[in-house]
């Protein structure tokens, strides 16, 4: 399994908006479109636990194919779709996450 995560800086003017926006829209196009079988939307907060315009979105793919067709088909689109959007108010990075093992 592969984790693709992406991260957003928000600004906090447009938060509300932006959340909502990920929620009802972006998620899922994600999950209907692109071949991952799950999202979870999260908010970075600090070590005292103060909250912050970060979050970590990641979705989850059942293998490297399957995010490559993504990253090579449709992330320019979709990045493209974020700015258009938001403009500079929400900042967008992405990485991949192998998972190795889980433990519960």
Known sequence: M???NVTFQV???IETQWTNWVQK???????SDNG???????RVRTEE??????????FSAADKKKLDHYLTQQSAIHRQEILEQFGNKALIFSTQLEIISTHQ
């Open 36 to 42: 991952f079988s799950s999202a979870q939307l999260l």
């Open 2 to 4: 592969i984790l693709y």
């Open 11 to 13: 600004d906090s003017d």
């Open 49 to 58: 636990g103060a909250i912050t315009g970060s979050y970590a979105l990641q």
């Open 25 to 31: 829209t972006y998620i899922p196009k994600m999950l």
